[in-house]
T-cell receptor, first 113, second 114 residues
Framework: GESVGLHLPTLSVQEGDNSIINCAYSNSASDYFIWYKQESGKGPQFIIDIRSNMDKRQGQRVTVLLNKTVKHLSLQIAATQPGDSAVYFCAENLGTGGFKTIFGAGTRLFVKA | DAGITQSPRHKVTETGTPVTLRCHQTENHRYMYWYRQDPGHGLRLIHYSYGVKDTDKGEVSDGYSVSRSKTEDFLLTLESATSSQTSVYFC?????????????FGEGSWLTVV
């Protein structure tokens, strides 16, 4: 996941615009990737996942893009809403077993009304 | 909702005291995990369990122990709490799907060691 310091990267977008959150993962052997959303005071929530044999997957208002060449993952949120304000982080899984999942520190998304 | 309940949700304790956090799941998942989350770090694995009485260490296991006497319960114990263990603790389960092993989290336990 993203390497960050004490302060999370921040993305501020206008309500109704599209958001793109990026993540650089660390291991070229990772074969499964997940995006999570975490609201203040709550646990991380699963948003969407993608396997390494795919380069794009779409969900409801969200799309994940995977570029294995540069070890890059992105989450696109269409028509961003105030309820999308949260910390988003990616996770990579190195194989069988959830214990091989590595989590990034995340990006904080602010949605301006 | 992965059917995970953590207790207590908030606790303040003194340095040197023992603390136990409980995780309860209702969906018979084999794998359960304890993570801690701190500013500037991604979620870090403390311990995990792959069945009743089967546990293993994660990345940051020093100062923590776990027990799993029943499928549904996974306990995390801080034998002698230190200020560095002030953190948010998340219990999780993993559930395999067509894509991979997806980790689902509980709502968290906020622990402050003073």
């Amino acid at each position: 996941g993203e390497s960050v310091g004490l302060h999370l990267p921040t993305l501020s977008v206008q309500e109704g615009d599209n958001s793109i959150i990026n993540c650089a993962y660390s291991n070229s052997a990772s074969d499964y990737f997940i995006w999570y959303k975490q609201e203040s005071g709550k646990g991380p929530q699963f948003i969407i996942d993608i396997r390494s044999n795919m380069d794009k997957r779409q969900g409801q208002r969200v799309t994940v893009l995977l570029n294995k060449t540069v070890k890059h993952l992105s989450l696109q949120i269409a028509a961003t809403q105030p309820g999308d304000s949260a910390v988003y982080f990616c996770a990579e899984n190195l194989g069988t077993g959830g214990f091989k999942t590595i989590f990034g520190a995340g990006t904080r998304l602010f949605v301006k009304a | 909702d992965a059917g995970i309940t953590q207790s207590p949700r908030h606790k303040v304790t003194e340095t040197g005291t023992p603390v136990t956090l409980r995780c309860h799941q209702t969906e018979n998942h084999r794998y359960m995990y304890w993570y801690r989350q701190d500013p500037g770090h991604g979620l870090r694995l403390i311990h995990y369990s792959y069945g009743v009485k089967d546990t293993d260490k994660g990345e940051v296991s020093d100062g923590y122990s776990v027990s799993r006497s029943k499928t549904e319960d996974f306990l995390l114990t801080l034998e002698s709490a230190t200020s560095s263990q002030t953190s948010v603790y998340f219990c999780a389960i993993s559930s395999p799907n067509s894509s991979g092993n997806t980790i689902y989290f509980g709502e968290g336990s906020w622990l402050t060691v003073v």
